[in-house]
């Protein structure tokens, strides 16, 4: 029942995401609301909203982590480095491109992983994370070009800001390593969060978001609800039932979910090629997990 339990916490959580870049989407293409606008919003309230829950049901206070100097700094880095940048890149993307494209490309995060600890380490990857990376290269290079090496399907920008949006889901991955071993993840998500909002603020002064209607206002509430504070809950959730390898996996649900209602709200387009490179790059989430069991 637990696993059970685990799964529909990750797969849920993982649709919320989806169905929230889709939500971007038409937020970009229908309303005054700029990519710039909307990440300050939601990492604030976001943030906010998650340092509320945290004080409200833990015995320790939210300025414990400001506490220890090493944690301070880390944090700081976590918000710079990777929270703002993988929230302004993939809405971006999204803006320069579409919900589809934006979330498969951030999912090259992982092979950016493999490079760098490759690096780090100073020694070759194995096979099988060799064998992700030519499979990622091959899927991005299909999902931009659609099979025609003189041409992009995507624009120029949409391909840079979802690149940056990978580097920076890997950054966001890594930086907060120690800091979640001895903080609650509401804690150091919602501090970064908050943090990285800062640098944000002025542009919910200048970008002009006057008289949106109902159901503009609605989907800005669904980005920062559904796809940021209740996405979060239910995906650290799972890891509590299930192993983060398997997490990961099923976080494959975000960009499939991405692409389906892209496809069939926003009248997205995606040709066969561009179809088999997307679900080459959400392939490499498997054959991670497959050699994480093997270990």
């Not at 993982?14 to 937020?27: D, K, L, R």
């Given at each position: 029942m637990n696993v059970k339990k685990g799964f529909a916490y990750a797969i849920i959580g993982s649709i919320f995401w989806g169905t929230a870049g889709t939500v971007a989407e038409y937020i970009f293409t229908r309303t005054p609301v700029s990519p710039l606008w909307l990440v300050a919003l939601r990492l604030l309230m976001a943030g906010l909203l998650l340092l509320v829950w945290y004080q409200l049901t833990s015995k320790q206070s939210i300025l414990a982590i400001w506490?220890?100097?090493?944690?301070?700094?880390?944090l700081l880095l976590f918000a710079a480095l990777g929270m703002l940048p993988s929230q302004l890149a993939y809405?971006?993307?999204?803006r320069y491109g579409n919900a589809a494209t934006a979330t498969v490309l951030q999912f090259l995060g992982p092979m950016f992983i493999v490079i760098?600890?490759?690096l780090k380490r100073r020694h070759w990857p194995s096979v099988i994370e060799t064998s992700t990376v030519l499979i990622a290269l091959i899927g991005t290079v299909l999902l931009v070009t659609d099979g025609r090496f003189n041409h992009l399907s995507l624009a120029p920008l949409a391909l840079i800001w979802g690149l940056i949006a990978a580097l920076a889901q890997a950054a966001y991955t890594l930086l907060p390593g120690g800091l979640v071993k001895d903080y609650d993840g509401r804690l150091v998500v919602g501090w970064a969060m908050f943090i990285g909002s800062i640098p944000m603020l002025p542009f919910l002064f200048v970008t002009p978001v006057h008289h949106l209607s109902v159901p503009g206002l609605a989907a800005i509430g669904f980005v920062i609800i559904f796809g940021t504070m209740l996405s979060y809950l239910f995906y650290i959730s799972s890891t509590k039932y299930i192993q983060p390898a398997i997490t990961g996996m099923l976080s494959s649900f975000?960009?499939?979910?991405?692409?389906?209602?892209?496809t069939a709200f926003l009248n997205t387009h995606l040709m066969a090629l561009q179809i088999v490179g997307g679900l080459l790059i959400i392939s490499t989430a498997f054959v991670n997990f497959f050699k994480k069991e093997q270990q």
């Amino acid at each position: 029942m637990n696993v059970k339990k685990g799964f529909a916490y990750a797969i849920i959580g993982s649709i919320f995401w989806g169905t929230a870049g889709t939500v971007a989407e038409y937020i970009f293409t229908r309303t005054p609301v700029s990519p710039l606008w909307l990440v300050a919003l939601r990492l604030l309230m976001a943030g906010l909203l998650l340092l509320v829950w945290y004080q409200l049901t833990s015995k320790q206070s939210i300025l414990a982590i400001w506490r220890n100097r090493s944690a301070t700094q880390a944090l700081l880095l976590f918000a710079a480095l990777g929270m703002l940048p993988s929230q302004l890149a993939y809405f971006m993307a999204i803006r320069y491109g579409n919900a589809a494209t934006a979330t498969v490309l951030q999912f090259l995060g992982p092979m950016f992983i493999v490079i760098f600890l490759a690096l780090k380490r100073r020694h070759w990857p194995s096979v099988i994370e060799t064998s992700t990376v030519l499979i990622a290269l091959i899927g991005t290079v299909l999902l931009v070009t659609d099979g025609r090496f003189n041409h992009l399907s995507l624009a120029p920008l949409a391909l840079i800001w979802g690149l940056i949006a990978a580097l920076a889901q890997a950054a966001y991955t890594l930086l907060p390593g120690g800091l979640v071993k001895d903080y609650d993840g509401r804690l150091v998500v919602g501090w970064a969060m908050f943090i990285g909002s800062i640098p944000m603020l002025p542009f919910l002064f200048v970008t002009p978001v006057h008289h949106l209607s109902v159901p503009g206002l609605a989907a800005i509430g669904f980005v920062i609800i559904f796809g940021t504070m209740l996405s979060y809950l239910f995906y650290i959730s799972s890891t509590k039932y299930i192993q983060p390898a398997i997490t990961g996996m099923l976080s494959s649900f975000e960009p499939l979910t991405a692409t389906l209602l892209s496809t069939a709200f926003l009248n997205t387009h995606l040709m066969a090629l561009q179809i088999v490179g997307g679900l080459l790059i959400i392939s490499t989430a498997f054959v991670n997990f497959f050699k994480k069991e093997q270990q």
